[in-house]
């Protein structure tokens, strides 16, 4: 793939801010552009070198874009996703970066525009962390990308959306968008819901208490509650059965420790022992997994 003359960034927060950094330190892009309505935080981004320039008026943002990445909630990534189709040139290349795909593909691709320039992604690499003053050039380097093309996506495009993924550091996945929101209801919605669940269990007066074990199982509570009530209302279905599921885990936990079996306690604590080292060690060798 040539490089890319303009890539409008559409919503340059921790993610959007990211990819402008990496797109600028690794000379992908002639020209890169944050979009978005708050000028003061796309000035921050500019001055931080996350853009070259911004734009709060989205038409004129992808009027010349060769690249789109739509960045913004995922309560209004269908909308503009539409929005910089419409408005783009001819051959624009329209991707995103929302948690969640399955309604986000499907209404991208119910208006014609849209699904002519449009490829599904995830960038598997966010924090609790929040704004462009938080982002990394190196954020996505080793990283999943999650592509979610179905029978409807151009396959010129999809070819386009792996470069520019993969150009950003990321490493490449292609699933289905509903297989997309049932495993990462497992691996990152159902573990923010744990860690605010665990957040909320220990009352104020006791923190003083708390150490490592309550600082590293709630660390992504700390993230902003609106960004997560949107993906949690947008993979409903999928975050309740991965409920069910840990649910399920803890019963087994409660009977072990109810009949005092040991053998079961420790049986239950070394399988999730094991996950966890295995995590570890992929994560080590830079062979990503949700987190």
Partial sequence: MER??????IGVG?????????L????MAGRVIGVGRDATRLEVARQLGAVDEIETNLGRGVAEADVAVVCT??????EDCMEAARLGPTGILVTD??????RIVSGVESDLRGRDCFVGAHPIAGSERQGAGSGRADLFEGRCCVLTPTDRTPPDRLDRARLFWSGLGCQIVEVDPIDHDDRLALTSHLPHVVAAALAGSVPVEMLRLAAGAYRDG?????????LWSGIFLENRSSVLNAIEEFGSRIDQFCQALRSGDEASLIAWWEEGRS?????????????????
């Fill in 275 to 291: 996950r966890r080292n295995c995590f570890a060690e992929r994560s080590r060798s830079n062979d990503s997994l949700p987190v």
């Fill in 218 to 226: 709630t660390r992504v509570a700390s993230a902003d509650a609106a």
């Fill in 4 to 9: 890319p003359g303009t890539v409008a960034i």
């Fill in 14 to 22: 921790l993610i959007g801010g990211s990819i402008g950094m990496a």
């Fill in 97 to 102: 970066a929302g948690s969640t795909k399955a």
């Fill in 73 to 78: 909630p995922v309560t209004r990534i269908v």
């Fill in 24 to 27: 600028r330190s690794k000379g």
